[in-house]
C-alpha cells in the first residue's frame, strides 16, 4: 500500500509539472494574468525555456522514476528538492518583495501541497520498507 501511495504521488506530481511547463512553453503570456508582461523575443524566449522547459524536463524525470518500484523513491527526494526549492525561494520574497496576491499565491498553495504530499509518501514509504531504508543507508540510530 505504502508503495501505491508513493508511486501515485510522483505521478500527480509529474503531471502537475507537466501541465505547468506545458502551458508555459506554448503560452508565456499566461504570465501577464499575474502581472508579467512579456515584450521582447527574449523574454518570452526565457519564460518558454525556464517556466515550460524546465517544468517538462522535472516532469519526464519524475515520470520516468514512477515507472519502476526501484525508482520511486528517487523521484520522491527530487520532487521534495525541487517543490522544497520553489516554496524557500517564495517565502524569501515575501520579506524582500512584499506578499504575493491572488494566482501566484494559489500556485504557491498548489506547490505546498505538493511539497507536502511528497515528503509524506517519502516518510511512508520509509517506514513501511524498514529493509529498503537500511539498505539505503537510513539508520534510526
Do not use: K
Amino acid at each position: 500500500m505504502a508503495a501505491a501511495l508513493a508511486r501515485g504521488v510522483l505521478v500527480l506530481t509529474a503531471l502537475l509539472f507537466a501541465v505547468a511547463g506545458a502551458s508555459f512553453a506554448l503560452a508565456p503570456e499566461l504570465l501577464a494574468r499575474i502581472g508579467i508582461e512579456l515584450r521582447t523575443p527574449a523574454a518570452l524566449n526565457d519564460v518558454r525555456a525556464v517556466y515550460g522547459g524546465l517544468e517538462l524536463g522535472v516532469a519526464a524525470v519524475l515520470g520516468h522514476c514512477a515507472l519502476r518500484a526501484s525508482r520511486v523513491e528517487a523521484g520522491l527526494w527530487i520532487a521534495v528538492a525541487t517543490l522544497g526549492g520553489m516554496n524557500a525561494a517564495r517565502v524569501l520574497s515575501v520579506p524582500l518583495d512584499g506578499a504575493p496576491q491572488g494566482t501566484v499565491v494559489t500556485a504557491w498553495a498548489g506547490e505546498a501541497v505538493a511539497l507536502a504530499a511528497a515528503a509524506a509518501a517519502l516518510l511512508v514509504l520509509r517506514r513501511a520498507e524498514p529493509a529498503r531504508a537500511a539498505a539505503a543507508g537510513w539508520s534510526d540510530s
